[in-house]
């Protein structure tokens, strides 16, 4: 299967072209040509498959020209952990994401990107540099999905003093390749450093760049897996599916856009935003327009100009109608996502955290909208809610247990190299790097 960019249709590289430079050169985002269909039998015995089968299907379906070996081999190393759905009423089910090593959703696309890279590097014989600015969870669940991957190093850039305690430490113990840079200097610095690298050509021509963020199409593929496992557990009860996605940069809700177009009986979408709606705004209007970033608690959505809108745009080919049909989208403020947690506590004894919070207030409304017996509801939980310690104990007096994955971080030493926010010393540094 080859990959056209959005800006230009008839323009098509191949898999790993697209992973390794993350990005056309015009400024679009990758497409895989089309939607491969699923057979009629994958979805008769779905229900009898696991996550990692699915997995398998549905990657050889974009994978192609990769030897079946390698795909299972990717899959069996980078989705080692479940996605279950936990069932609380004929319409709320949840489908928890966060059981990867970071406690997150991104785990999935970090960990599948890691290793496609990792498997095209290997026939370059170079080395490959991931560069990453980040101010504080995409950089650990890439730094996570690279750790110890041959040939890849990761340059992390974090902002000095402005990430978390467990951020930083998550971001900055774990040694091997991932090499931490604190900069001295905000999140915009970082941003700039890296964007400055990518088109620094003399760099470029010394040594092999990328960068890991979240329009890499390697980071949504796997991002459709789980959205077909949901269905397999949710098969037998199922009528209609409606699946609440709360979202920032709309990553994840694409990728459940492609498992429905690749065949997977989903009746509806919600877009679950926090105050920043651009999104749910266009729903509304028609009209598209970015705006600043607010802050709220579900700080991972805060999104004003959510980046695969443009994904969205060229699967529904500019016709807001046509999206309408699909997906629906809310918002909702902090207050509400608070009392949301607190209301899903004393219903049903299990803690929200501030994300899974905006999904199931998305779904919830949904579902009040359409009294519909036969639909079965069911919102992504995207983070642990240990994440987010302080937030969700405010409202839930149970005290919460830290898992022993995020706890064993906290115990660590942090290690990192302090760096300037001038380029010409970030582009020495990485120099100094490959002839090491
Ligand atoms: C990134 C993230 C989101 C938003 O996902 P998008 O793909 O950007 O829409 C939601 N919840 C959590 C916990 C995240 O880390």
Request: aromatic letters at 10%; proline letters at 4%.
């Amino acid at each position: 299967m080859k990959f056209y960019s959005t800006k230009e249709r008839a323009k098509k590289v191949s898999l790993k072209e697209a992973v390794l430079t993350g990005m056309p050169e015009d400024g679009g985002l990758y497409m895989p040509e089309e939607f491969p269909q699923l057979e009629k039998d994958f979805f008769d015995k779905i229900e009898n498959l696991s996550l990692k089968q699915i997995a398998k299907t549905v990657a050889k379906k974009f994978l192609d020209d990769i030897p079946s070996n390698i795909i299972d081999e990717i899959i069996e190393e980078a989705i080692n952990f479940d996605a279950p759905v936990k069932v609380f009423s004929q319409q709320i089910a949840v489908l928890e994401l966060f059981h990867g090593p970071t406690l997150a959703f991104k785990d999935f696309g970090a960990r599948f990107m890691s290793r496609l890279m990792a498997y095209f590097v290997r026939s370059t014989g170079k080395k490959l540099y991931v560069l990453v600015a980040t101010s504080g969870d995409t950089g650990s669940a890439v730094a996570s999905g690279f750790y110890r991957v041959p040939d890849i190093n990761v340059v992390l850039l974090y902002p000095s003093g402005k990430v978390s305690t467990i951020q930083e430490k998550q971001l900055t113990t774990m040694g091997s390749n991932i090499i931490p840079l604190e900069v001295d200097g905000n999140f915009d610095d970082c941003q700039r450093l890296v964007k400055t690298a990518f088109v620094d050509r003399d760099l470029n021509s010394k040594i092999m760049l990328t960068s890991a963020n979240s329009i890499n199409i390697a980071r949504l593929i796997p991002q459709s897996f789980y959205y077909f496992y949901a269905y397999a557990q949710l098969k037998k009860r199922s009528k209609a599916l409606v699946i609440s996605v709360p979202s920032g940069n709309l990553g994840n809700l694409t990728g459940g856009i492609i498992a429905k177009k690749m065949g997977l009986p989903v009746s509806r979408f919600i877009a679950a935003t926090n105050i920043n709606s651009t999104f749910t705004d266009y729903l509304e209007t028609g009209q598209f327009k970015p705006r600043a970033t607010i802050k709220t608690i579900s700080n991972a959505m805060d999104v004003g100009n959510p980046s695969n809108f443009e994904r969205l745009q060229d699967i529904y080919q500019h016709s807001v109608d046509d999206m309408r049909k699909d997906i629906k989208s809310f918002s909702f403020d902090d207050k509400r996502t608070m009392e949301a947690i607190a209301e899903f506590y004393e219903k049903y004894k299990y803690i929200l955290d501030p994300h899974g919070a905006v999904g199931y207030l998305g779904l919830k409304k949904f579902m009040e909208e359409n009294r519909d017996k036969n639909l079965t509801g069911v919102f992504l939980e995207t983070a642990h809610p240990a994440k987010f310690l302080d937030t969700v104990q405010s409202v839930v007096e149970e005290k919460l247990e830290i898992p022993e994955r995020l706890k064993k971080f906290l115990e660590r030493e942090k290690k990192s190299i302090k760096v300037s926010r001038e380029y010409r010393d970030f582009k020495e540094f990485l120099i100094s790097m490959e002839t090491k």
